[in-house]
């Protein structure tokens, strides 16, 4: 098997590197990843300047390894296109932090997944609910075990599905299949002034997620990890079938 791993952390993730360890156990592994850190960037290509692509070892077991100045579905896009081809599956992360609910349409990690689905790769995005010191051997090591089972079990080669680990690795209760939460964050700008008086803004904020019961948010918190199917056609079949009768003049 044909493993093409790419992040938003920069090439120089301990994330990714401890990924790309473990699942040279199940596959060949090519990583083409980011030369610098892509986290919230979202879907974004490169379309007004050159992209550079070069060689760099990172000497975990991998069959050859490229840093890109670009994004991760830059990554993607020049990997199966070009610097590794014939592509079996795609897997991003391991994340630095959750990319959980609404906040998946941010994330750089679940764009590189999802780029690779969208090129009709059996697609993987996995992160970790830590921003600090996570064990990554351990939830590489998970990874590996998830992926492994979920490509004997899903036929849709263009599936994108997501991963997330909950903190505490010493009490995760299992793995639930479940959906997207809706997140919600509050003061989510915070108003301030440079050393010259002039007024900028910082996004962030603080989550006030309601945690509905089953969905990604809450159970990460239960201590499970959690597994998102997410659709790459993002039609609302419901509302186009509201609409699609409505007569709107020109």
């Known amino acids: ?3 093409l791993l790419t992040n938003d952390d920069s090439i120089e993730s301990s994330g990714l590197k401890s990924l790309a360890k473990s699942l040279t156990q199940i596959g060949e592994v090519y990583i083409v990843a980011p030369q610098k850190p892509q986290s919230a960037g979202g879907h974004g290509i490169t379309m007004h300047k050159p992209l550079r692509a070069e060689t760099i070892p990172i000497n975990v077991g991998e069959k050859a390894s490229y840093r890109v100045s670009g994004t991760p579905a830059d990554c993607v896009m020049l990997a199966i296109d070009v610097l590794v081809k014939d592509v079996d599956i795609v897997v991003s992360g391991i994340n630095l932090g959750p990319n959980l609910g609404d906040d998946i349409i941010y994330s750089g990690t679940v764009a590189g997944a999802r780029e690779g689905a969208m090129n009709n790769k059996l ?7 830590d921003f600090e010191n996570p064990d990554f051997e351990f939830f590489s090591d998970l990874a590996k075990k998830i992926i492994q089972k979920l490509v004997d079990v899903v036929k849709e080669h263009s599936a994108c599905i997501n991963i997330n680990f909950p903190k505490d690795k010493e009490n995760i209760k299992g793995i639930r299949v479940t959906s997207l939460a809706r997140r919600r964050y509050k003061n989510r ?8 008086g002039r007024e900028f803004y910082w996004i962030g904020g603080v989550l006030d997620d309601p945690m509905v019961d089953d969905t990604d948010s809450k159970l990460i918190e239960e201590g499970y990890v959690t597994v998102t199917p997410l659709a790459i056609d993002q039609t609302d079949y ?3 079938k509201q609409i699609e009768n409505t007569k709107i003049e020109i």
């Open 123 to 129: 697609s993987f995005a996995v992160s970790v609910n």
């Open 189 to 196: 700008v915070t108003i301030g002034k440079d050393p010259f």
């Open 1 to 3: 098997m044909k493993i």
């Open 238 to 240: 419901n509302l186009l």
